[in-house]
Structures are given as C-alpha cells and as structure tokens.
C-alpha cells in the first residue's frame, strides 16, 4: 500500500478509503455497494484508488481483514479453544474455509500454525 500522506488523497478516494476501514470487518459489507455509491464510473474509481493507493480496493480491503486476523490470533487468550470461524468472521469473512485460504496465502501459514506460533 502506498505511503502517500492521507491528506494528499483525492476526495474520493479518501471517502471510499474511509468507507473501507469502517466496514472492512463487518461480513456482510459489501465493497461493489461502496464503489458504486461514489459520483464516480465503478471502473474509474477503481482505477483512481489503485493509482493513488497503489493497490485495488479489494487488495486493501483484503489486506485490513489480514492485519485484523493476525491481531486476533496473536492476541487469541490461550485458555479459551480457538475457534477459526471466529476469527474469520470477527475479520470480515463469513465463509472460514476461504478465510484459511485467503489467510494461508498471505501469511505462507495455516490460521492455526500461526497461532501456534505465539502461544
């Protein structure tokens, strides 16, 4: 993701950010609603949010889930039974099989292995 200041950002792009970070967690949000919402062509303000954050909306969005799971299962109290569907969803992911997939190829790991790792 691009390290340009979030004042530099274009107003849009700064609005469908914010609309992102929001809702990223939240299962049921649904970025193609968002992207759609803009006064903007869906294809333009896709392209304009790569081009000023240097990655896709989904990639960003996607990347937030992330950071979110890796959180949750660092910080996962090992006296409770992990629970993978949990973290999935407390992500933004309503299907956890695709979440480990999603989470195995960005992570080179399993959920669970990289929970093992910090407990």
């Excluded at 949990?86 to 997939?101: I, K, N, P, T, W």
């Amino acid at each position: 993701m691009s390290d340009r200041s979030i004042d530099d950002l274009p107003k849009p792009v700064e609005r469908l950010r914010s609309m992102i970070q929001k809702g990223f967690a939240d299962p049921d949000f649904k970025l193609d609603k968002c992207i759609h919402a803009m006064p903007f062509h869906y294809d333009y303000m896709r392209k304009l949010f790569r081009k000023e954050m240097g990655v896709s909306p989904l990639c960003y969005m996607t990347e937030l889930r992330m950071q979110r799971a890796g959180e949750l299962l660092r910080n996962w109290n090992p006296a409770d039974r992990l629970c993978i569907g949990c973290v999935a969803e407390q992500s933004g992911f309503s299907d956890a099989l695709y979440f480990s997939r999603v989470f195995k190829k960005h992570y080179g790991q399993s959920p669970s292995d990289y929970y093992k790792e910090y407990h």
